[in-house]
DNA sequence: GCTAGCTAATTGCATATGCAAATGACAAGC
DNA sequence: GCTTGTCATTTGCATATGCAATTAGCTAGC
């Protein structure tokens, strides 16, 4: 309710006020306790509420609005948003909505999935902590019946013990994690590999044929969330991004 | 002089007042007209010459800070920024840097030069327009005595006239467009492809190897700049980056 | 010459105020 | 019921004003 949310809204006292309510609105979006499409207190609650002017207010959610965190409308007020999908240099891509994009067919499997402590390779490959426990799963992606992309995924169940209830059966673990997990902050990297000869014949490609390695791994605060390489076919695929020398366009 | 500098900036009448003076100052330094290091006219001049409040200005120049354009200090005064070299998830490169930055001896040579008309193949390869004048540029950037990249570049001789009586002898053609040339947008492509036999000589592995291959294209307003495709061994590169949901961080 | 301190220029921040623009909700009229 | 108009809420924009913080450049004193 209405009361909850102004509650939350405090001044820590460091730096311009107008800062602090912004990053107290900011943290308050970005901790899930205002999920996408809760409403904002329109201005003049947020004023009386902090003993700022209107002005001061203003300015603090002007910035979330630019920065994307929130959507304001006249006579409607002021909405959390609803994180975009897209990155302007490289999606987090929902790969089943990449596929059907395209216009082909989206069908998936798990093709195995083990839960618990990593093995010394695995804790190598994807930088973890040998105590930690981690969901890992390999599944395929499959456009018109044909691979599209191998997916190798860490799921770390301290942070989404969700995960270790999940089978997966119907929506991918990107997908699901999407929807069931938060992240502040992403990690890409992107090479050019030989495609080793298991996963060649997953992809139903010749051994060390070119492959693009898209890695990711993924945080919220600090604590780690997934991590995951996405092995695409390098002759079917490439990635754009478009943007101007002070950032994305 | 401080009188240009003034005259310069003007009102379209377009939107917010603050947005106005924003675009016209933004416009000033995207064009080339405000080089970096030019020094901005201080709030209270421009309030008298546009008769626009000082809060207004101060807004509109405190969003050009915050959007990297400009940088204002107390006292100092305001001063044109100089664009930031790398970009949050793939740089704009300065090849020799990087190389240096990994510590090793950097050094290159110019392979093939050839100016007029593409041919139709180079055409088809680069996107270009048969009758346009271009400079057609093969590079080879080393690494500790190592083939590092190889660079196969388009310079748009319309666009940069300059390009034609330069022999990028001792500045890489990346390295001399970012000094000559300014650019509002590029265009990024990575895919990951097998080594042609010609290029994997040069680069000292085996024909089809897996290299990541870089694409750009780079424009000034309408303009095409410049094309480059950049083959780099896959197994000794990759490229990271690092954002969070709402854009780079 | 060198340093310490002062002055003034410039940006940063907050407030109070007023009006404009958009629009959800409701009422009035048909 | 449907449309039309009115009202009230909420955000958007601009102004005027005042003070704070920073610091370049000058001055006075040694």
Chains 1, 2 share one sequence.
């Not at 006292?13 to 979006?29: E, K, M």
Request: charged residues 20%; hydrophobic residues 45%; aromatic residues 6%.
């Amino acid at each position: 309710m209405a009361q909850d949310r102004l509650d939350a809204v405090k001044l820590d006292g460091a730096g311009p006020v107008y800062d602090q309510i912004r990053r107290s609105i900011r943290d308050l979006i970005l901790g899930g306790t205002w999920p996408p499409g809760t409403s904002v207190p329109p201005e003049h609650a947020l004023m009386e509420l902090l003993g700022a002017s209107r002005m001061t207010v203003h300015r603090a959610l002007v910035q979330l609005a630019r920065e994307g965190l929130i959507t304001r409308r006249r006579r409607s007020g002021t909405v959390v948003a609803s994180p975009p999908a897209t990155h302007a240099m490289l999606d987090i891509l929902s790969i089943p909505a990449e596929v059907e994009r395209l216009g082909q067919r989206y069908a998936y499997a798990v093709l195995a999935r083990h839960d618990g402590r990593p093995s010394p390779e695995l804790a190598l490959r994807f930088g973890l902590k040998r105590g930690e426990r981690i969901a890992h799963l390999v599944t395929l992606h499959q456009a018109d019946d044909r691979p599209h992309v191998l997916e190798e995924r860490i799921i770390h169940l301290a942070t989404v013990p969700a995960a270790a209830s999940e089978d997966f059966a119907e929506t991918p673990p990107g997908d699901w994690l999407l929807q069931h997990s938060l992240w502040s902050q992403a990690e890409h990297a992107i090479s050019a590999v030989p495609a080793e000869p298991d996963d060649a014949a997953l992809l139903g490609i010749a051994a060390g044929e070119a492959c693009l390695l898209i890695e990711r791994r993924t945080w919220n605060q600090a604590a780690p969330v997934t991590a995951v390489r996405l092995l695409y076919p390098g002759n079917r695929h490439r990635f754009v991004g478009r943007f101007g020398p002070y950032g994305a366009v």
